[in-house]
């Protein structure tokens, strides 16, 4: 889950890391009684919202009218703007960048710092790896006093390092009772008055749900409320149900139990001539119920022209898929063509199951790739 | 010869009295995997298809050694199981448990390193050797006995490959899922390093996908250390970026990681790059002999 910034810095004000003063506004009311100039930032959980126009300074009450007025009218990468952070102004004399993360390659939190804050911290590394300092941390000691300074060192901070180090203990704090994967801070400024975190980015591992229920449920309401995602019929289906979805623009219908058989058949589909109108894997739902979800989730996409179901059972058993087919099936008089490929476990016990119902199965995959292709054109031309 | 497991692997199941542990427990005792015993908190003096249950590892380990542990235990205990079998001094661990927490993967794998627990997972189909011990999932009838390596990220597509290989009679010496991340316990590059050690290896097939960069360290140890013909399929070509395409490692966030990227470079590694499945195997029978 990625936080909004207004909610990262609520967070970070909590637990004790500066950020300057701020107030959410959703219209031209909550601008009243601010002092100029302010800041106004998009809240929406996506990047790049400074290129995209979505952050702007005003001037003036007027100003910020205006600006208000043009900025919920927008969408930045698709995510159409309900609230905005005004936000004091700071002068900084330096702007810094500092994260916690996870070293996914040497599976270990990290330290990452850089002196040179405010931009995209991949095109500083892009630009001069030397300008990004990394310190692998123990998760249970947390980091250690000689990587502060180390780090302190690098981005020169003087007679500052006190200040940096209560800054790099609060941010790990965060990063280690929130299950965080990601706290970063960009630009960290150094005022006269201290340091603050001008913008703020958290990511929660939603893994870790069952250890923080009450607060991750209350952070995703607020943020859908704040930022509600455009979502088509199908990605809510599916979203509801817990599968994993991803539109496309195709007009192939996806479905599979696995992740690696599911992008082989994505594929398979864009070498066959297909276009896919969705990646749709089961994963943990790989189950009769699961299925049955699936199903109603990819044919409520009215693009579809055809249903490739792609499964190749381990963990899975084809016995209980089957059952999910048929239960679909049951309920919903279908006349989208549905092409079923199924193998692995239990699979003489779910094609028979399909083949009572009259749905015949495909051993061979590129076969069942080919069959859906087809069908799918057919579909297109009986529409056209 | 195989990698990491073989005829005389003693196996202990974690979780084995849930639905899904006690149906897998079954279907490895057919294939012939040598399982020991069983464990749930709770469940002790049980048994699951003839298997004894009990519940602590150091009770099982009462009634005889154990090679490997395979752990079907729910992703939020699945951290105090995996710190058992680490204590325990098992020495391979097989974390087929999806879902489970970043930090309590950081503090499993850190532990097992201290301790030389090898942890291959999570989110595994497991490892099999066929025709000797299956520690894991794979549908018993796609597998068949011979020389060929795989170790595959997604556990459904190293089906695809051995179904397709094993059913033209090219057999498989040792199948290893390692996972769909994003963290891994065991890497491409340790099981590619086991399978050139290996004297009944004599070719690899490299099974990936778009995210991540792991692709990239195994093309440079194949350049450097690797001898044996390594065949490379990375899945998620038509993946759009910055989607999550079902695992948590498959997710394109920087330029190296989609599909392309990774094929080229494995492909200036002396690898052998294919698009699909069928494309394996057509190189495996143009290999011939070698790989049976």
């Known amino acids: ?314 963990l899975t058993r084809m016995d209980e898929i089957a059952e999910g087919i048929a239960a679909y099936l049951g309920e919903h008089a279908i006349h989208i063509p549905l092409v079923v490929r199924m193998a692995g476990t239990k699979e003489e016990e779910g094609r028979a199951t399909l083949r009572a119902i009259g749905v015949e199965t495909f051993d061979d995959l590129p076969a069942a790739v080919r069959e859906a292709v087809l069908r799918a054109k057919e579909g297109r031309c009986r529409s056209s | 010869m195989s990698i990491l497991v073989n005829e005389q692997t003693r196996v202990l199941v974690q979780g084995i009295t849930g639905k899904v542990g006690s149906f897998q427990a079954l279907v490895m005792k057919e294939y012939g995997t040598r399982i020991v015993a069983g464990v749930t908190p709770g469940k002790g003096g049980e048994a699951v298809h003839g298997i004894p249950v009990y519940d602590l590892i150091e009770e099982a380990l009462a009634s005889g050694p154990v090679d490997a542990t395979l752990s079907f235990v729910p992703a939020r205990f699945a951290k105090d199981a995996a710190i058992e079998a680490i204590e325990n001094r098992i020495p391979l661990l097989v974390l087929s448990t999806g879902e489970i927490p970043d930090h309590d993967l950081l503090a499993i794998l850190h532990y097992a390193e201290t301790r030389g627990t090898r942890v291959i997972g999570p989110d595994t189909p497991g490892l099999v050797s066929p025709g000797k011990c299956k520690v894991g999932v794979h549908p018993n009838r796609v597998l068949r006995r011979g020389s060929i390596g795989v170790v595959s990220k997604s556990g459904a597509l190293s089906y695809e490959v051995c179904k397709l290989l094993s059913e033209s009679g090219f057999g498989q010496s040792t199948v290893v899922g390692i996972g769909g991340g994003p963290l891994w316990g065991t890497t491409q590059r340790d099981v590619l390093a086991l399978f050139e050690k290996d004297p009944e290896t004599r070719v690899i097939v490299l099974l990936g996908e778009v995210g991540g960069t792991m692709e990239h360290e195994a093309a440079a140890f194949i350049r450097e250390k690797v001898t044996k013909p390594v065949i490379a399929l990375i899945v998620g070509r038509a993946a759009p970026p910055g989607a999550q395409m079902g695992h948590a490692g498959a997710l394109i966030e920087g330029e190296g990681e989609t599909a392309e990227k990774k094929l080229a470079a494995l492909k200036e590694a002396g690898c052998h790059v294919t698009r699909n499945p069928t494309e394996i195997l057509s190189f495996i029978k143009k290999l011939g002999g070698k790989s049976r």
């Open chain 1, 1 to 314: 889950m990625r936080l909004l910034e207004f909610q990262a810095k609520r967070l970070f004000q909590e637990r004790g890391i500066p950020v300057p003063k701020g107030t959410l506004v959703r219209s031209s009311q909550d601008l009243e009684g601010l002092r100029y100039p302010v800041l106004l930032k998009a809240q929406v959980p996506v990047g790049g919202r400074g290129k995209a126009g979505a952050i702007r300074t005003v001037w003036s009450a007027q100003d910020a009218a205006t600006a208000l007025r043009e900025l919920l009218k927008t969408s930045v990468k698709g995510c159409p703007i309900r609230a905005v952070l005004a936000e004091e102004r700071i002068e900084a004399s330096r702007e810094l960048y500092f994260a916690v993360l996870i070293d996914r390659a040497n599976r270990t939190p990290l330290l990452l710092a850089s002196a040179s804050g405010g931009i995209e911290i991949e095109e500083v590394a892009r630009r001069d790896p030397t300008r990004v300092a990394r310190i692998p941390v123990d998760l249970c000691l947390g980091p250690a006093e000689h990587s502060v300074r180390s780090l302190a060192s690098r981005l020169e901070l003087g007679d500052r390092l006190g200040e940096f180090r209560t800054i790099v203990e609060r941010a790990f704090g965060i990063f280690r009772d929130l299950d965080a994967t990601l706290v970063e801070i960009n630009p960290l400024a150094v005022t006269a008055e201290g340091f603050l975190a001008l913008d703020a980015k958290l990511l929660l591992d939603d893994k870790a749900t069952f250890r923080h229920a009450d607060l991750f449920r209350t952070l995703a309401e607020e943020g859908r409320a704040l930022a509600p995602q455009e979502k088509g019929p199908a990605e809510s289906l599916a979203e509801a149900a817990g599968l994993t979805y991803v539109g496309l623009d195709g007009d192939v219908g996806l479905i599979s139990d696995g992740a690696g058989t599911g992008m082989l058949t994505l594929d398979l589909v864009q070498d066959a001539g297909g276009r896919a109108a969705n990646f749709c894997e089961l994963g943990a739902l790989a189950n009769a119920e699961g299925m049955r979800e699936a199903l109603g989730a990819v044919l409520a996409n009215a693009a579809v022209k055809a249903v490739l179901v792609s499964l190749i059972g381990g």
